[in-house]
Protein backbone atom coordinates (compact mmCIF):
# COMPACT_ATOMS: atom_id res chain seq x y z
CA UNK A 1 0.00 0.00 0.00
CA UNK A 2 2.37 2.25 0.92
CA UNK A 3 4.54 1.60 -1.99
CA UNK A 4 2.11 2.64 -4.41
CA UNK A 5 1.08 5.84 -2.44
CA UNK A 6 4.93 6.96 -3.01
CA UNK A 7 4.27 6.08 -6.86
CA UNK A 8 0.84 8.02 -6.95
CA UNK A 9 1.50 11.63 -7.73
CA UNK A 10 0.21 13.25 -4.96
CA UNK A 11 1.97 17.25 -5.68
CA UNK A 12 -0.40 17.44 -8.33
CA UNK A 13 -3.53 16.56 -6.30
CA UNK A 14 -2.29 19.19 -4.12
CA UNK A 15 -1.36 22.07 -7.02
CA UNK A 16 -4.99 21.18 -8.36
CA UNK A 17 -6.36 22.02 -4.84
CA UNK A 18 -4.58 24.96 -4.82
CA UNK A 19 -5.50 26.46 -8.21
CA UNK A 20 -9.09 25.13 -6.91
CA UNK A 21 -8.79 28.00 -4.31
CA UNK A 22 -7.90 30.25 -6.18
CA UNK A 23 -10.75 29.41 -9.04
CA UNK A 24 -12.75 30.33 -5.47
CA UNK A 25 -11.02 33.82 -4.97
CA UNK A 26 -12.07 35.11 -8.46
CA UNK A 27 -15.46 34.07 -7.78
CA UNK A 28 -15.85 35.57 -4.65
CA UNK A 29 -13.66 39.13 -5.23
CA UNK A 30 -13.45 39.80 -9.14
CA UNK A 31 -17.64 40.27 -9.83
CA UNK A 32 -17.38 43.16 -6.93
CA UNK A 33 -15.10 45.39 -8.36
CA UNK A 34 -17.46 45.54 -11.71
CA UNK A 35 -20.27 46.62 -9.48
CA UNK A 36 -20.27 50.60 -10.68
CA UNK A 37 -19.21 49.26 -14.10
CA UNK A 38 -22.41 47.03 -14.19
CA UNK A 39 -24.37 50.32 -12.84
CA UNK A 40 -22.85 52.52 -15.36
CA UNK A 41 -23.40 50.43 -18.37
CA UNK A 42 -26.64 48.73 -17.85
CA UNK A 43 -28.05 51.06 -15.24
CA UNK A 44 -28.56 48.94 -12.47
CA UNK A 45 -29.07 50.32 -9.19
CA UNK A 46 -27.09 50.10 -6.66
CA UNK A 47 -30.09 48.46 -4.26
CA UNK A 48 -29.83 45.87 -7.12
CA UNK A 49 -26.48 45.29 -7.38
CA UNK A 50 -26.34 44.81 -3.16
CA UNK A 51 -28.63 41.59 -4.32
CA UNK A 52 -25.32 40.08 -6.26
CA UNK A 53 -23.36 39.32 -3.33
CA UNK A 54 -26.14 38.02 -1.33
CA UNK A 55 -26.82 35.60 -4.16
CA UNK A 56 -23.73 34.26 -3.93
CA UNK A 57 -23.86 33.30 -0.54
CA UNK A 58 -27.13 31.92 -0.67
CA UNK A 59 -26.48 29.88 -3.70
CA UNK A 60 -23.12 29.06 -1.99
CA UNK A 61 -24.50 28.17 1.61
CA UNK A 62 -27.32 25.69 -0.38
CA UNK A 63 -24.52 23.70 -2.27
CA UNK A 64 -22.89 23.32 0.90
CA UNK A 65 -26.31 21.69 2.69
CA UNK A 66 -27.05 19.56 -0.51
CA UNK A 67 -23.32 18.61 -0.38
CA UNK A 68 -24.15 16.51 2.83
CA UNK A 69 -26.27 14.28 1.17
CA UNK A 70 -24.69 14.09 -2.43
CA UNK A 71 -20.77 14.55 -2.71
CA UNK A 72 -20.11 10.83 -1.08
CA UNK A 73 -22.27 9.20 -3.81
CA UNK A 74 -21.65 10.89 -6.63
CA UNK A 75 -17.93 10.98 -5.66
CA UNK A 76 -15.15 13.59 -5.20
CA UNK A 77 -13.93 13.32 -8.64
CA UNK A 78 -17.22 14.15 -10.28
CA UNK A 79 -18.33 16.73 -7.99
CA UNK A 80 -14.48 18.10 -8.22
CA UNK A 81 -14.58 18.37 -11.99
CA UNK A 82 -18.05 19.78 -11.94
CA UNK A 83 -16.92 22.55 -9.59
CA UNK A 84 -13.86 23.52 -11.65
CA UNK A 85 -16.65 23.48 -15.16
CA UNK A 86 -19.74 25.54 -13.47
CA UNK A 87 -16.72 28.22 -11.86
CA UNK A 88 -15.56 28.95 -15.95
CA UNK A 89 -19.22 28.46 -17.68
CA UNK A 90 -20.51 31.09 -15.22
CA UNK A 91 -17.65 33.61 -15.43
CA UNK A 92 -17.83 32.81 -19.53
CA UNK A 93 -21.22 33.47 -19.56
CA UNK A 94 -20.74 37.15 -16.92
CA UNK A 95 -19.02 38.16 -19.98
CA UNK A 96 -21.70 37.45 -22.90
CA UNK A 97 -25.18 36.65 -21.32
CA UNK A 98 -26.56 40.71 -19.70
CA UNK A 99 -26.14 41.89 -23.27
CA UNK A 100 -28.47 38.94 -24.64
CA UNK A 101 -31.19 38.56 -22.49
CA UNK A 102 -34.03 41.37 -22.25
CA UNK A 103 -32.85 42.49 -18.55
CA UNK A 104 -29.32 42.74 -17.74
CA UNK A 105 -29.34 41.83 -14.12
CA UNK A 106 -30.97 38.77 -15.03
CA UNK A 107 -28.21 37.43 -17.42
CA UNK A 108 -25.60 38.41 -14.26
CA UNK A 109 -27.73 36.32 -11.46
CA UNK A 110 -27.39 32.99 -13.73
CA UNK A 111 -23.78 33.75 -14.26
CA UNK A 112 -23.41 34.19 -10.55
CA UNK A 113 -25.59 31.54 -9.53
CA UNK A 114 -23.45 29.10 -11.76
CA UNK A 115 -19.96 30.07 -10.24
CA UNK A 116 -21.42 30.52 -6.66
CA UNK A 117 -22.12 26.78 -7.45
CA UNK A 118 -18.46 25.91 -8.39
CA UNK A 119 -17.56 28.04 -5.45
CA UNK A 120 -19.78 25.91 -2.78
CA UNK A 121 -17.98 22.38 -4.17
CA UNK A 122 -14.81 23.95 -4.02
CA UNK A 123 -15.26 25.09 -0.22
CA UNK A 124 -16.85 21.22 0.52
CA UNK A 125 -14.74 19.53 -1.49
CA UNK A 126 -10.50 20.69 -1.45
CA UNK A 127 -10.31 20.45 2.34
CA UNK A 128 -11.34 16.65 2.25
CA UNK A 129 -9.52 15.79 -0.97
CA UNK A 130 -6.34 17.39 0.73
CA UNK A 131 -7.07 15.26 4.31
CA UNK A 132 -7.03 12.31 2.45
CA UNK A 133 -3.68 12.59 0.69
CA UNK A 134 -1.12 10.77 2.56
CA UNK A 135 1.09 13.74 3.43
CA UNK A 136 3.06 13.38 6.96
CA UNK A 137 2.02 16.98 8.06
CA UNK A 138 -1.99 17.59 7.90
CA UNK A 139 -2.70 20.45 9.86
CA UNK A 140 0.06 22.77 7.81
CA UNK A 141 -0.22 21.38 4.38
CA UNK A 142 -4.43 22.45 5.77
CA UNK A 143 -3.11 25.99 6.63
CA UNK A 144 -1.13 26.12 3.28
CA UNK A 145 -3.66 25.07 1.23
CA UNK A 146 -6.04 27.75 2.89
CA UNK A 147 -3.59 30.81 2.07
CA UNK A 148 -3.99 30.25 -1.66
CA UNK A 149 -7.71 31.64 -1.09
CA UNK A 150 -5.73 34.85 0.22
CA UNK A 151 -3.32 35.08 -2.31
CA UNK A 152 -6.28 34.37 -4.93
CA UNK A 153 -7.71 37.55 -4.11
CA UNK A 154 -5.08 39.58 -3.79
CA UNK A 155 -4.12 38.55 -7.30
CA UNK A 156 -7.24 39.09 -8.56
CA UNK A 157 -7.94 42.98 -6.75
CA UNK A 158 -3.82 43.89 -8.09
CA UNK A 159 -4.45 41.97 -11.54
CA UNK A 160 -7.71 43.74 -12.24
CA UNK A 161 -6.60 46.98 -11.19
CA UNK A 162 -3.37 46.61 -13.50
CA UNK A 163 -5.40 45.62 -16.09
CA UNK A 164 -8.41 48.49 -15.96
CA UNK A 165 -5.38 51.20 -15.42
CA UNK A 166 -3.95 50.35 -18.73
CA UNK A 167 -7.00 49.21 -20.76
CA UNK A 168 -9.74 50.72 -19.13
CA UNK A 169 -12.79 49.34 -17.49
CA UNK A 170 -14.53 49.28 -20.86
CA UNK A 171 -12.63 45.95 -21.31
CA UNK A 172 -13.71 44.63 -18.36
CA UNK A 173 -15.43 41.19 -20.63
CA UNK A 174 -11.85 40.20 -21.85
CA UNK A 175 -10.32 40.30 -18.70
CA UNK A 176 -13.77 38.02 -17.36
CA UNK A 177 -12.59 35.64 -19.60
CA UNK A 178 -8.82 35.39 -19.01
CA UNK A 179 -9.95 34.56 -15.02
CA UNK A 180 -12.37 31.93 -16.25
CA UNK A 181 -9.41 30.22 -17.84
CA UNK A 182 -8.13 29.40 -14.55
CA UNK A 183 -10.94 26.76 -14.08
CA UNK A 184 -11.25 25.66 -17.19
CA UNK A 185 -7.36 24.60 -17.39
CA UNK A 186 -8.20 23.49 -13.79
CA UNK A 187 -11.04 20.89 -14.60
CA UNK A 188 -8.36 18.92 -16.70
CA UNK A 189 -6.41 18.72 -13.61
CA UNK A 190 -8.47 17.29 -11.32
CA UNK A 191 -9.60 14.73 -13.73
CA UNK A 192 -5.96 13.27 -14.09
CA UNK A 193 -4.47 13.57 -10.59
CA UNK A 194 -4.79 11.08 -7.81
CA UNK A 195 -7.99 11.31 -5.62
CA UNK A 196 -8.47 9.36 -2.14
CA UNK A 197 -11.40 8.14 0.10
CA UNK A 198 -11.88 10.31 3.24
CA UNK A 199 -13.40 7.43 4.81
CA UNK A 200 -14.03 3.96 3.47
CA UNK A 201 -17.76 3.76 2.99
CA UNK A 202 -18.17 0.93 6.45
CA UNK A 203 -16.24 3.38 8.75
CA UNK A 204 -17.75 6.39 8.17
CA UNK A 205 -20.01 8.08 10.82
CA UNK A 206 -23.77 8.64 9.98
CA UNK A 207 -25.13 12.20 9.84
CA UNK A 208 -27.33 11.52 12.32
CA UNK A 209 -24.14 10.08 15.10
CA UNK A 210 -22.43 13.30 13.42
CA UNK A 211 -25.30 15.34 14.56
CA UNK A 212 -25.60 13.72 18.37
CA UNK A 213 -21.59 14.62 19.17
CA UNK A 214 -20.95 17.28 21.67
CA UNK A 215 -17.90 18.22 20.25
CA UNK A 216 -19.70 18.42 16.44
CA UNK A 217 -21.41 21.07 17.24
CA UNK A 218 -18.78 23.22 19.37
CA UNK A 219 -16.81 22.96 15.93
CA UNK A 220 -19.96 24.44 14.25
CA UNK A 221 -19.54 27.33 16.40
CA UNK A 222 -15.85 27.96 16.13
CA UNK A 223 -16.54 27.65 12.28
CA UNK A 224 -19.28 30.22 12.53
CA UNK A 225 -17.30 32.29 14.51
CA UNK A 226 -14.49 31.74 12.21
CA UNK A 227 -16.38 32.98 8.87
CA UNK A 228 -17.73 36.18 11.13
CA UNK A 229 -14.55 36.72 12.13
CA UNK A 230 -13.02 36.81 8.62
CA UNK A 231 -15.48 37.85 6.50
CA UNK A 232 -16.92 41.14 9.03
CA UNK A 233 -13.29 42.47 8.54
CA UNK A 234 -13.37 42.07 4.91
CA UNK A 235 -16.53 43.68 3.75
CA UNK A 236 -15.93 46.65 5.65
CA UNK A 237 -12.06 47.00 5.53
CA UNK A 238 -12.17 49.18 2.51
CA UNK A 239 -14.66 51.62 4.33
CA UNK A 240 -12.16 52.10 6.85
CA UNK A 241 -9.23 52.73 4.33
CA UNK A 242 -11.17 55.60 2.91
CA UNK A 243 -11.40 57.54 5.84
CA UNK A 244 -8.30 56.47 7.19
CA UNK A 245 -6.28 57.46 4.55
CA UNK A 246 -8.74 59.78 3.02
CA UNK A 247 -8.39 58.19 -0.91
CA UNK A 248 -10.38 57.23 -3.53
CA UNK A 249 -12.35 54.19 -3.00
CA UNK A 250 -10.30 52.62 -5.68
CA UNK A 251 -7.66 52.57 -3.53
CA UNK A 252 -9.78 52.18 -0.40
CA UNK A 253 -10.65 48.75 -2.08
CA UNK A 254 -7.14 47.95 -2.86
CA UNK A 255 -5.73 48.78 0.16
CA UNK A 256 -8.32 47.93 2.50
CA UNK A 257 -9.28 44.35 1.19
CA UNK A 258 -6.07 43.44 0.17
CA UNK A 259 -3.65 44.33 3.06
CA UNK A 260 -6.26 42.16 5.08
CA UNK A 261 -5.85 39.06 2.74
CA UNK A 262 -2.27 39.70 2.54
CA UNK A 263 -1.76 39.14 6.20
CA UNK A 264 -3.90 36.31 6.02
CA UNK A 265 -2.15 34.75 3.25
CA UNK A 266 1.11 35.50 5.45
CA UNK A 267 -0.94 34.00 8.75
CA UNK A 268 -1.30 30.31 7.34
CA UNK A 269 1.96 30.04 5.00
CA UNK A 270 3.74 30.73 8.95
CA UNK A 271 1.21 28.37 10.40
CA UNK A 272 1.71 25.79 7.77
CA UNK A 273 5.50 26.06 8.20
CA UNK A 274 5.42 25.98 12.26
CA UNK A 275 2.43 23.44 12.84
CA UNK A 276 4.55 20.44 13.93
CA UNK A 277 6.38 22.93 16.69
CA UNK A 278 2.95 24.12 18.13
CA UNK A 279 -0.34 23.10 19.84
CA UNK A 280 -3.02 24.18 17.45
CA UNK A 281 -5.95 25.01 19.86
CA UNK A 282 -3.54 27.18 22.02
CA UNK A 283 -2.59 29.17 18.81
CA UNK A 284 -5.83 29.56 17.64
CA UNK A 285 -6.93 31.14 21.25
CA UNK A 286 -3.97 33.87 21.14
CA UNK A 287 -5.27 34.15 17.61
CA UNK A 288 -9.04 34.72 19.38
CA UNK A 289 -7.53 37.30 21.95
CA UNK A 290 -5.53 39.34 18.96
CA UNK A 291 -8.71 39.11 17.20
CA UNK A 292 -10.54 40.90 19.89
CA UNK A 293 -7.84 43.45 20.11
CA UNK A 294 -7.75 44.41 16.68
CA UNK A 295 -11.26 44.75 16.78
CA UNK A 296 -11.40 47.20 18.78
CA UNK A 297 -8.78 48.37 18.11
CA UNK A 298 -11.10 49.73 14.59
CA UNK A 299 -14.14 50.05 16.22
CA UNK A 300 -12.81 52.29 19.23
CA UNK A 301 -9.82 54.42 17.88
CA UNK A 302 -10.03 58.12 17.67
CA UNK A 303 -7.41 58.36 15.59
CA UNK A 304 -8.13 57.05 11.90
CA UNK A 305 -4.73 55.45 11.08
CA UNK A 306 -4.88 53.22 14.21
CA UNK A 307 -8.10 52.30 13.33
CA UNK A 308 -6.81 51.21 9.74
CA UNK A 309 -3.55 48.84 11.64
CA UNK A 310 -6.53 47.30 13.51
CA UNK A 311 -7.70 46.13 10.32
CA UNK A 312 -4.73 45.05 8.47
CA UNK A 313 -3.52 43.02 11.19
CA UNK A 314 -7.14 41.43 12.20
CA UNK A 315 -5.90 39.49 9.06
CA UNK A 316 -2.82 37.90 10.69
CA UNK A 317 -5.32 37.04 13.62
CA UNK A 318 -8.18 35.77 11.92
CA UNK A 319 -5.43 33.29 9.24
CA UNK A 320 -5.67 30.12 10.89
CA UNK A 321 -9.10 30.29 12.29
CA UNK A 322 -11.04 28.44 9.24
CA UNK A 323 -8.25 26.48 8.37
CA UNK A 324 -7.18 25.82 12.04
CA UNK A 325 -10.62 24.79 12.89
CA UNK A 326 -11.22 22.17 10.08
CA UNK A 327 -7.47 20.19 11.06
CA UNK A 328 -9.53 20.24 14.66
CA UNK A 329 -12.21 18.37 13.65
CA UNK A 330 -10.02 15.81 11.23
CA UNK A 331 -8.58 14.80 14.40
CA UNK A 332 -10.82 14.93 16.80
CA UNK A 333 -13.35 12.91 14.59
CA UNK A 334 -11.22 11.23 11.51
CA UNK A 335 -14.54 9.58 10.76
CA UNK A 336 -16.66 12.27 10.23
CA UNK A 337 -16.43 12.13 6.81
CA UNK A 338 -17.25 14.68 3.87
CA UNK A 339 -20.40 15.14 5.37
CA UNK A 340 -18.57 16.65 8.35
CA UNK A 341 -16.65 19.10 5.95
CA UNK A 342 -19.62 20.18 4.54
CA UNK A 343 -21.49 20.83 7.82
CA UNK A 344 -18.29 22.90 8.60
CA UNK A 345 -18.07 24.80 5.33
CA UNK A 346 -22.03 25.22 6.14
CA UNK A 347 -21.44 26.68 9.46
CA UNK A 348 -18.35 29.21 8.45
CA UNK A 349 -20.72 30.21 4.99
CA UNK A 350 -23.64 31.17 7.65
CA UNK A 351 -20.66 33.48 9.65
CA UNK A 352 -20.06 35.20 6.75
CA UNK A 353 -23.42 36.09 5.51
CA UNK A 354 -24.24 37.09 9.21
CA UNK A 355 -22.28 39.22 10.79
CA UNK A 356 -21.43 41.98 7.92
CA UNK A 357 -25.55 42.30 7.28
CA UNK A 358 -25.50 42.19 11.23
CA UNK A 359 -22.81 45.04 11.50
CA UNK A 360 -24.82 46.59 8.60
CA UNK A 361 -27.77 47.15 9.69
CA UNK A 362 -26.19 48.13 13.25
CA UNK A 363 -24.69 50.94 11.48
CA UNK A 364 -27.73 52.31 9.81
CA UNK A 365 -29.43 51.99 13.34
CA UNK A 366 -27.06 54.62 14.90
CA UNK A 367 -26.94 56.99 11.91
CA UNK A 368 -24.27 55.51 9.82
CA UNK A 369 -21.35 54.52 12.38
CA UNK A 370 -19.20 52.06 11.50
CA UNK A 371 -17.43 51.43 14.28
CA UNK A 372 -21.00 51.09 16.17
CA UNK A 373 -21.10 48.02 13.58
CA UNK A 374 -17.94 46.78 14.50
CA UNK A 375 -17.98 46.64 17.90
CA UNK A 376 -20.67 44.66 18.53
CA UNK A 377 -19.36 42.14 16.06
CA UNK A 378 -16.42 41.57 18.31
CA UNK A 379 -18.84 39.03 20.38
CA UNK A 380 -17.76 36.49 17.45
CA UNK A 381 -14.05 36.18 18.01
CA UNK A 382 -15.17 36.34 21.87
CA UNK A 383 -17.24 33.53 21.54
CA UNK A 384 -14.66 32.01 19.66
CA UNK A 385 -11.89 32.27 22.83
CA UNK A 386 -14.68 30.63 24.75
CA UNK A 387 -15.31 28.16 22.30
CA UNK A 388 -11.50 27.41 22.45
CA UNK A 389 -11.24 27.30 26.12
CA UNK A 390 -13.89 24.70 26.34
CA UNK A 391 -12.19 22.55 23.91
CA UNK A 392 -8.65 22.46 25.48
CA UNK A 393 -10.18 21.83 29.03
CA UNK A 394 -13.41 19.24 28.37
CA UNK A 395 -11.97 17.43 25.26
CA UNK A 396 -8.05 18.08 25.75
CA UNK A 397 -5.85 15.38 23.93
CA UNK A 398 -8.65 12.89 23.51
CA UNK A 399 -8.92 11.73 19.73
CA UNK A 400 -12.61 11.14 19.90
Partial sequence: MHVMEKAKNYKKTLISCYLGFITQAISSNFTPLLFLTFKGTYAISLEMIALIPMIFYLTQLLVDLVATKFADKIGYRTCVVTSQLVSAVGLILMAFLPDLMPNPFIGIIISVVLYAIGSGLIEVLVSPIVEACPFENKAGVMSLLHSFYCWGAVGVILGSTIFFAIFGTAYWKILTIIWAIVPFINTFNFMSCPIERLVEDGEKMSVGSLLRLPLFWLMIILMVCAGASETTMTQWASAFTESALGVSKIIGDLAGPCLFAVFMGVARVFYGKFSQKVDLPKVMLVCGLACVGCYLLASLSTISIIGLIGCALCG?????????????????????????????????????????????????????????????????????????ILLVKKFGKRPN
Avoid: H
Fill in 316 to 388: LAVGIMWPGTISISSQKCPKGGTAMFAFLALAGDLGATISPAMVGAIAECVGGNLKTGLLVATIFPTIMILGL
